[in-house]
């Protein structure tokens, strides 16, 4: 199997790069690092090439498609929050660069792609757990708006020319090399300062949490046994976890117990924040996979892969 993954040398792209590696792909990466790390795929061979390419330019990834089975599309803006200071970050990250991905699978006639799209297109106040089903998806943010719009992209990329597409609406994905995110942010603010902990919002924003070896394990899977033209799954875990207890986990972990706990106020972390939010996970789970870590297990064991990746000082 020949694949592509876009967004490769990142977080999520990483891992699901060891699976396809270990089961014998050959991989092209396609990741001009802007948040990616060039030492999440220095371990692997031959197997993984690794170009770098800005894939909002069109004309410079349309030749990699060439012979390719299957495109694991990842690359996205990372930060929710800089939508909100750049406001075309995710139009051209997110929605051009996806059509960019659909074409060039059109032209070079690749059958196959993979969307990682997030539970953020749901908006504010849906039903917690949130099915598939669940609609109109209007989201409140410019990240979830661009996940949207590319889920609109590859359903009409399969309805008009064919492709076979999975889109899979990711909760909050945590675990060792990890770039950004809750955790991340609360390690760094504490290896600055061990003795206190600053919190956007009130500490009450309450979400599910998945591990990504888990995240990358339900994708391979359900690809793996679903072969409807249009295959759409959420993918989390059985529960939520605070981004107070978060806190107090990392706390423990990093063993700063005299660190206050400051909480900035207000029911949102940003602008564009989704306080709540859990997705319904019946549909993955039917299809026989289950996860190995629920969100608050997920956090810890994130907090002491990232606490060794980071180190601490203190």
């Given at each position: 199997m020949r694949s592509i993954v876009t967004g490769g040398a990142g977080f999520i792209g990483s891992h699901l790069i060891d699976r396809l590696v270990a089961r014998g792909d050959e991989v092209i990466v396609l990741d001009n690092l802007s948040s990616g790390k060039a030492e999440f795929l220095s371990h692997h061979d031959s197997q993984v090439k690794h170009v770098d390419v800005d894939i909002t330019n069109f004309d410079a990834i349309l030749p990699h498609f060439k012979g390719v089975d299957v495109v694991y599309h990842l690359a996205a803006n990372p930060d929710i929050r800089l939508g909100t200071q750049v406001t075309d970050t995710d139009l051209k990250q997110g929605t051009i660069a996806t059509y960019n991905v659909v074409e060039s699978m059109r032209i070079h006639n690749v059958s196959t792609i993979m969307f990682a799209s997030s539970?953020?297109?749901?908006?504010?106040?849906?039903?917690?757990?949130?099915?598939?089903?669940h609609g109109p998806c209007l989201p409140i943010s410019l990240y979830g708006a661009s996940k949207n719009a590319g889920e609109s992209l590859v359903s009409s990329w399969v309805g008009t020319f064919g492709l076979q597409g999975y889109i899979f609406r990711f909760a909050n994905i945590i675990g060792d090399r990890g770039t950004h995110g809750v955790i991340f942010d609360f390690i760094h603010k504490l290896k600055r300062n061990p003795n206190e902990l600053e919190v956007l919002g009130d500490g009450l924003q309450e979400k599910s949490y998945m591990e990504v070896g888990d995240c990358v394990d339900a994708i391979l899977h359900v690809m793996a046994n679903q072969h409807e033209p249009l295959n759409l799954f959420n993918l989390g875990s059985h529960d939520t976890c605070s981004v107070r207890r978060i806190a107090e986990i990392v706390v423990e972990e990093t063993g700063c117990l005299n660190a206050e706990i400051v909480y900035t106020g207000g029911s949102r972390g940003w602008a564009g924040d989704v306080p709540r939010a859990m997705l319904g996970i019946d549909k993955m789970l039917e299809t026989g996979f289950n996860v190995k870590y629920n969100s608050e297990e997920a956090v810890r064991h994130t907090a002491r892969a990232l606490i060794e990746e980071i180190g601490l000082d203190n």
């Open positions: 539970s953020v297109v749901y908006g504010d106040n849906a039903p917690m757990p949130t099915p598939e089903d």
